[in-house]
């Protein structure tokens, strides 16, 4: 496994797993995906890349600077392209065909106020993941996305350690509610479905968003509702 990372020190992480590959760089910059590329074709044959870069951070059309929005979008979506470009060209080099997935949001098809760069930007990813499935897929590539609810990764547990113990309770609280399965999910819960996608026990799926969400894309919150 080949791993890029924009900021090298936060590479340590590979620490605990002798056999991956660090590459320091922004996952956007097509030499550094063709370095990851280059470093895992060495080590064995490429057959599967997955796109996971992403920056939440929000500019409103009604405040910003269309640029600002724009630039935001393009720092959210042209790491899925960029990713997948170098992908597919291995992929096609090789002639062993492969599997990508792109790590996108339940919020790519159900906005959230506040988030409308990362909401266009996850909505275009699956949009290509459907292009590229439908491009590709007579030539033995792959494509689907993952659409991720709230997951337990550092960045939540800061946000929550942000909030005080009140806050932080209101929130776990919250998103109970709006998860049918009552919590957020695991990373390794995540890590599961990619690795299914990438084998060849989905040989026969592309094309397709899978909702790694605990339900939180299909429930609809109604006053008249009652709990079960």
Known sequence: MVAIELDAGTLDWLAAHPSAIGVAGSAADEAVTEEAADRAEHAAPLTGW???????????????????????????????????????????????????VNVSSHQAKRAVPGCTPYVT???????????????????????????????????????LDGLGPD??????????????????????????VIAHLLSDDAAYVTGATIPVDGGRSVLARDPEAHDT
């Open 50 to 100: 997955v796109n996971n870069a992403a920056v939440f951070r929000d500019a409103s059309v009604h405040s910003a600077p269309a640029r600002e929005v724009l630039d935001l979008v393009h720092t959210n979506l042209a790491p899925a392209v960029v990713g997948a470009t170098t992908a597919v060209r291995r992929f096609l080099a090789a002639g062993t065909g492969g599997s990508i």
């Open 121 to 159: 930007a996850k909505a275009a990813i699956e949009g290509l993941t459907r292009a590229l499935a439908v491009e590709y897929g007579p030539r033995g590539v792959r494509v689907n996305a993952v659409a991720l609810g709230s997951i337990a990764t550092e960045r939540y547990a800061a946000y």
């Open 167 to 192: 806050g932080a309770a209101h929130v776990e609280e919250e998103m109970g509610r709006i998860h049918p399965l009552g919590r957020v999910g695991t990373a390794a819960e995540v890590a599961s």
